[in-house]
């Protein structure tokens, strides 16, 4: 994805969209039967609510109706139980992940997932069973087992987290240069595109998993949480070990996708005992402070790991290919906040665009800004090139980074 472009490049667009969630929440009883399910009425709202009516230029109706007919063409059983309804025009993340005979695909179809054991066997298939065949519906399998508790801990009662704030930086600058009504719409595309797609409304993560001895696409439940508040963002999962890597991914692509949107973020991430209840607005902890002193002492566009992650009791696995030892800049009283460890993001963006974001940095960087603000983007584009030239570092040579793309396109 290119970099945000003129605020009246996209205006119209996001006008048409928001008209499509007005007109959804207007029309709900005319939308939807009663004998529709509940996940295909949840999955088809999501799927309007990013555009998928306005982006074929039909009304939500009629949007409804397709997608109803594809989701009545096929059917679940004892095996295959799981089905999802996946739009190529709204879901570009799940594409990405998808074999190439499926990503050329423009119209929702379902997909029908059964689980496999360590065998490479169908979990609850009898014998001489044979899998479901449809026209234009995708099969899937996911590990049984393979997944970490993803379950989500009581709010209101104090438990282990990992925690992201990240920060939009030059909020006061980019209103008084773009006015309210363009950063309104660039915050509200951050809310829609970068960070609901990276919480608990897609609560699902692949992950790397091993059947028969090879290296298979499983799925974990990753229930993130989020909240914003005015500028700033805050992710947030319950502690697991195997919850890491992937929830840095996630911060990763909110990052990103942000940058992309000509919004500079910066953050930091810190694991500790809190109390997160988004319903009372309280959140409360150790982690929450540390994580928000040590994006203020950062002096760069970058997210940094808080010195959580050195707890000798926790002993957080920490996963080589999502992180660098790094130094950025840090302002008096950074470095005791400060674990020696950065988020790679730029991994990310090499892996998942075509672009640079170099050149999204460079854009940013007006020669009006004062040379405090323009060595920030200088520390940004510097880090971007040591990560690129040291993509490698943790690996013995001759060695390849394993990734799900990897797995999907093999």
């Excluded at 490049?9 to 048409?16: D, F, L, P, T, V």
């Excluded at 050329?104 to 689980?115: D, Q, R, S, T, W």
């Excluded at 080589?320 to 950074?334: A, H, Q």
Aim: proline letters at 9%; one cysteine or more; glycine letters at 6%.
């Amino acid at each position: 994805m290119a970099c945000s472009g003129p605020p009246s490049s996209r205006a119209g667009k996001q006008s048409r969209v928001a008209l499509d969630d007005t007109l959804m929440e207007v029309m709900d009883d005319d939308l939807f039967r009663r004998d529709d399910v509940a996940m295909f009425i949840s999955l088809v709202k999501e799927h309007l609510k990013r555009g998928a009516a306005t982006k074929r230029g039909i009304s939500p109706k009629e949007y409804v109706s397709r997608a109803r007919e594809r989701w009545g063409a096929c059917n679940t059983d004892g095996v295959y139980m799981i089905k999802m309804l996946v739009d190529p025009l709204v879901q570009p993340e799940i594409m990405a992940e998808l074999p190439p005979e499926w990503q050329a695909k423009v119209e929702p179809f379902c997909e029908l997932i059964a689980a496999i054991d360590s065998n490479g066997d169908l979990v609850n298939a009898p014998p001489g069973y044979v899998a479901p065949s449809y026209p234009d519906v995708m099969l899937g399998v996911i590990p049984a087992g393979s997944a970490a508790p993803g379950t989500i801990p009581d709010p209101a009662q104090p438990g282990d987290y990992i925690i992201a704030f990240l920060d939009v930086l030059g909020f006061e600058a980019l209103l008084n240069e773009l006015g309210l009504d363009e950063v309104a719409r660039r915050y509200d595309a951050l809310l829609k595109t970068a960070l609901s797609p990276q919480s608990e409304d897609k609560p699902w993560s692949q992950e790397i998993a091993i059947v028969l001895g090879e290296p298979v696409s499983g799925l974990m439940f990753l229930p993130i949480q989020t909240a914003y508040f005015s500028d700033s963002l805050l992710l947030w999962v319950n502690y697991h070990p195997r919850h890491v890597p992937f929830f840095l991914d996630r911060c990763a692509r909110v990052f990103c996708q942000a940058l992309a949107l000509g919004i500079p973020v910066r953050g930091a991430i810190s694991i500790g005992k809190a109390i997160l209840d988004r319903s009372r607005g309280i959140y409360l902890g150790t982690p929450v402070i540390e994580a928000v002193r040590l994006e203020g002492k950062s002096n760069w566009i970058g997210i940094a790991l808080a010195a959580s992650w050195k707890s000798e009791t926790k002993r957080v696995p920490v996963p080589p290919d999502r992180v660098f030892p790094y130094e950025p800049p840090l302002k008096d009283g950074g470095q005791a906040l400060f674990s020696d460890l950065v988020l790679d993001w730029p991994r990310v963006w090499r892996e998942s665009r075509t672009d640079s974001p170099v050149e999204c940095l460079n854009s940013l960087c007006r020669p009006e800004l004062p040379p405090t603000l323009k060595d920030r983007y200088t520390a940004a584009v510097r880090f971007v090139e040591y990560s690129a030239a040291n993509q490698d570092w943790f690996l013995p040579p001759g060695a390849k980074r394993l990734t799900v793309r990897d797995l999907s396109h093999s």
